[in-house]
């Protein structure tokens, strides 16, 4: 069964350092999204991506976090510096569409500590 | 945008009870409705999904219910097991200020007693 890949799975930081995620969607899969889940909540939207175009970012907070998918394939999310209240779980999923509708798989996650 | 409001936040049942979660959603034009089950420490997983057009949608033991007038949905799972407990999200999609947007629910932790 093809998966969605995300690493590191685990990243401890200090805060103001910078810290990168890296995410490899399933072949094919045109819609890619990076998720926050704090623990204890629902998955938020982050970022979603068309192909290498950003179709929604209206809750990534630009400041201090970027992302990008230059070639439509593997994508980046980065946060710079990083805070206390950054501590989360990132989870990156991949979609295809399907009868209208985009059905999302998730990759295991990156597990972010901010000390 | 979307607001998806899930309850109860924690349930807890007997081995072989029915287990139900209910949700509702803002964006009345909302067309899409998966629920996922997340074990502790693992990735969400789609379960069930439901579209706009279908009232109802069974799969062995779980069923998902869609009330598009009162803009709720629900989780049923009937003859419940231990490794049905964990945590379950609902979601929405909404169509308001762009597609695709899958907004989520709290969850609900789901614990099957013996």
């Known amino acids: 069964e093809a998966e969605v890949a995300q690493s590191p799975r685990y990243k401890i930081t200090e805060k103001s350092q910078a810290v990168a995620f890296w995410c490899d969607p399933i072949s094919g899969h045109a819609t890619l999204y990076w998720y926050r889940q704090i623990l204890g909540q629902g998955p938020e939207l982050l970022v979603q991506?068309?192909?290498?175009?950003?179709?929604?970012d209206s809750q990534l907070p630009k400041d201090r976090f970027s992302a990008e998918r230059l070639k439509g394939v593997d994508s980046t999310l980065k946060i710079q510096p990083a805070e206390l209240g950054d501590s989360a779980m990132y989870l990156c999923a991949s979609s295809y569409r399907l009868s209208g509708a985009n059905v999302l798989t998730f990759g295991a996650g990156s597990r972010l500590t901010v000390l | 945008g979307e607001n998806v409001e899930q309850h109860p936040s924690t349930l807890s049942v007997q081995e072989g009870d029915s287990a139900v979660i209910k949700c509702t959603y803002s964006d009345s034009a909302s067309n899409y409705f998966p629920w996922y089950k997340q074990e502790l420490g693992k990735r969400p997983q789609l379960i069930i999904d439901?579209?706009?057009?279908?009232g109802e949608k069974k799969d062995q033991r779980i069923a998902v219910t869609l009330n598009k007038t009162a803009k709720h949905f629900s989780l049923h799972i009937t003859e419940t097991q231990p490794e049905d407990s964990a945590v379950y999200f609902c979601a929405a999609r909404g169509v308001t200020g762009g597609g695709n947007k899958l907004t989520f629910g709290t969850g609900t932790q789901l614990k099957v007693e013996l």
């Open positions: 991506f068309q192909d290498e175009s950003v179709v929604d």
């Open positions: 439901i579209r706009s057009n279908v």
